[in-house]
T-cell receptor
Framework: DAKTTQPTSMDCAEGRAANLPCNHS???????VYWYRQIHSQGPQYIIH???NNETNEMASLIITEDRKSSTLILPHATLRDTAVYYC??????????????FGKGTKLSVIP | EPEVTQTPSHQVTQMGQEVILRCVPI?????FYWYRQILGQKVEFLVS????????KSEIFDDQFSVERPDGSNFTLKIRSTKLEDSAMYFC?????????????FGPGTRLTVT
């Protein structure tokens, strides 16, 4: 699986958009980009994933560059409850295997009142 | 919304004792996982389970660990003889299918403390 690089930490003002970047310059064509978050010591929570098109759901938007070497997770109106560690994970689809997730250190997002 | 549940939320045990951590995955899911997170460290994959057998396991998942799906709903992780270094949060996860468009859903975790 491709390696990802994320900033260690970021701050965001409450109510503003939080833009969390992720670099995955070695991504290959069959690898998806997943975003999860972990609030305090709770179980990781799925946010969104994509292959090459931009995606949006009720939680966030995922913008993937045309060359797929980086992506940005956007939380449109951050709230204090969005304070968490955000993980960008790249995972291949090979047609077999269990697709376990490999977590890095992620980005610690602090939403400031 | 369906969710993964785990019991107990906190387990304290003495070194050398056996522990069983329990999980109830989402009912129509086919893939099941255990991960662990030592305090302050990354979430680490332990094992995946599909069609009543281990699909993949990490180096952490040695002979002291075993998994079982004893009935149609529970998925358990057993640690035969606990060590101090087994103290961690243990997360169960499940996934509907092997298609990567399906995401993994995690439970709230069991905090295991080995004294």
């Amino acid at each position: 699986d491709a390696k990802t690089t994320q900033p260690t930490s970021m701050d965001c003002a409450e109510g503003r958009a939080a833009n969390l970047p992720c670099n995955h310059s070695t991504i290959s064509g069959n690898e998806y980009v997943y975003w999860y978050r972990q609030i305090h010591s709770q179980g990781p929570q799925y946010i969104i994933h994509g292959l090459k098109n931009n995606e949006t759901n009720e939680m966030a938007s995922l913008i993937i560059t045309e060359d797929r070497k980086s992506s940005t997770l956007i939380l449109p109106h951050a709230t204090l409850r969005d304070t968490a560690v955000y993980y960008c994970i790249v995972r291949a689809y090979s047609g077999a295997g269990s697709y376990q997730l490999t977590f890095g250190k992620g980005t610690k997002l602090s939403v400031i009142p | 919304e369906p969710e993964v549940t785990q019991t107990p939320s906190h387990q304290v045990t003495q070194m050398g004792q056996e522990v069983i951590l329990r999980c109830v995955p989402i009912s129509n899911h086919l893939y099941f996982y255990w991960y662990r997170q030592i305090l302050g460290q990354k979430v680490e994959f332990l094992v995946s389970f599909y069609n009543n057998e281990i699909s993949e396991k990490s180096e952490i998942f040695d002979d002291q660990f075993s998994v079982e799906r004893p009935d149609g709903s529970n998925f358990t992780l057993k640690i035969r003889s606990t060590k101090l270094e087994d103290s961690a949060m243990y997360f169960c996860a499940s996934r509907r299918d092997r298609d990567p468009s399906y995401e993994q859903y995690f439970g709230p975790g069991t905090r295991l403390t080995v004294t």
